[in-house]
């Protein structure tokens, strides 16, 4: 029926699947077999997220500070006013979370990949050097952990360009990846525009790696979809988890269901979200200690790796020879 018939509902994008940068239908019924090492049935990947020392704080110069997630769902702030409790928390993952993380992961041979603020990586050397000397892939996570939703354009690109900065000074290499983590609609032409990165993760729309066209000249550039599911903010939200078995049974879940989708022909990837100031607490470091060590006893069926080790094989097995 023509558009002429709904004149006050009617829009040019009614029945499209891709519209806008949107892709509704994806590998749809069969995804490709990504035919990880070993022929394993899953890719799993912990993503440590560095943000302490970032976060927005009257300190740092900014007009609002952090607010706590229990007293607002979602992401929020206050004005013209410090949030002590809030710099404490963030404190807390900086001074002893990071630690108890660094400790359990490299104790257990685990690779990482750390989604890292430059600010916040200015901000503790020493931290920046057990990340060295564990050989973990430290992935850009922006200049701050701020919302970029409606920051300029000229200083998201600055800031990009900071951080990118920050990393050569530090690790003596660019980041593979970048996370901005609250992106706007022209945050990834500027991650494309800069030139240096092999994927971001500014999505959450699929359980495998995918390109897209939409960008630099109809190049191809790779998205590795994050997850805010198999994450441990959800012990920060309201009505979320409250301890560490929880977390543990929920990705136990996750892993099974994705093994038993890849031993019949569909294998995935999995993501880990974690933060310092949140898994780094002991009760909630043991149901991810639990984990660990339950995903390792799968053997060779899962492949446990660095979003760059997913980045470096999807280039090499599935980089489009066109669009």
């Given at each position: 029926?023509?558009?002429s018939a709904?004149?006050l509902?009617?829009?040019?994008n009614?029945?499209?699947?891709?519209?806008?940068g949107?892709?509704?239908i994806?590998?749809g019924k069969t995804?490709?077999?990504?035919?990880?090492?070993?022929?394993?049935k899953?890719?799993?990947?912990?993503v440590l997220?560095?943000e302490e020392?970032g976060?927005?704080c009257?300190?740092?110069?900014d007009?609002?500070?952090e607010?706590?997630?229990?007293?607002?769902v979602?992401a929020?702030?206050?004005k013209?006013?410090r949030?002590?409790?809030m710099?404490?928390l963030y404190?807390?993952?900086?001074?002893?979370?990071?630690?108890?993380?660094?400790?359990?992961?490299?104790s257990q041979?685990?690779p990482?990949?750390?989604?890292?603020?430059?600010?916040?990586?200015?901000r503790?050397p020493?931290?920046?050097q057990?990340?060295?000397e564990a050989?973990?892939?430290v992935?850009?996570?922006g200049y701050?952990?701020w919302d970029?939703?409606?920051?300029?354009?000229d200083?998201e690109?600055?800031?990009?360009?900071?951080?990118?900065?920050?990393?050569e000074k530090?690790?003596g290499?660019?980041?593979?990846?970048?996370?901005q983590?609250?992106p706007?609609v022209?945050?990834?032409k500027?991650?494309?525009e800069?030139?240096?990165?092999l994927?971001?993760?500014?999505?959450?729309d699929?359980?495998?790696p995918?390109?897209?066209?939409?960008?630099?000249d109809?190049?191809?550039?790779?998205i590795?979809p994050?997850?805010l599911?198999?994450?441990?903010m959800r012990f920060?939200?309201?009505?979320?988890?409250?301890?560490?078995?929880?977390?543990f049974?929920?990705?136990?879940?996750?892993l099974?269901?994705?093994?038993e989708?890849?031993?019949?022909?569909?294998?995935k990837?999995m993501?880990?979200?974690?933060?310092?100031r949140?898994v780094g607490r002991?009760?909630r470091a043991a149901?991810?200690?639990?984990f660990?060590e339950?995903?390792?006893s799968?053997?060779?069926?899962?492949?446990i790796c660095t979003?760059e080790?997913i980045a470096n094989?999807?280039?090499?097995n599935?980089?489009?020879?066109?669009?």
């Open positions: 029926m023509s558009s709904y004149p509902s009617s829009h040019e009614d029945g499209k699947s891709k519209y806008g949107r892709d509704l994806g590998y995804p490709p077999d990504p035919k990880w090492p070993n022929n394993a899953v890719a799993l990947n912990f997220n560095y020392g976060e927005n009257l300190l740092h110069g007009g609002e500070s607010k706590l997630l229990s007293e607002i979602g929020g702030a206050i013209d006013q949030h002590a409790n710099e404490s404190d807390y993952g900086a001074r002893a979370g990071f630690w108890r993380l660094h400790r359990l992961l490299t041979k685990v990482c990949t750390v989604f890292a603020v430059g600010m916040a990586l200015e503790n020493e931290a920046c057990a990340m060295k050989e973990w892939e992935a850009s996570h701050r952990w970029y939703q409606e920051t300029p354009e200083v690109r600055e800031h990009i360009k900071r951080t990118v900065a920050i990393h530090i690790f290499k660019k980041p593979a990846g970048m996370y983590g609250k706007n022209n945050t990834r500027l991650v494309v800069e030139g240096t990165f994927y971001d993760s500014d999505a959450y699929d359980d495998l995918y390109w897209t066209f939409d960008y630099g109809g190049k191809p550039h790779l590795i994050y997850t599911s198999e994450n441990d920060a939200i309201p009505n979320g988890w409250t301890h560490g078995q929880e977390f049974q929920f990705l136990k879940d996750s099974d269901y994705l093994i989708e890849g031993k019949d022909g569909a294998p990837m993501t880990v979200g974690l933060h310092c949140l002991p009760g149901g991810l200690k639990q660990i339950y995903a390792k799968k053997g060779d069926d899962v492949f979003r080790q094989h999807w280039y090499e599935y980089y489009p020879s066109e669009k």
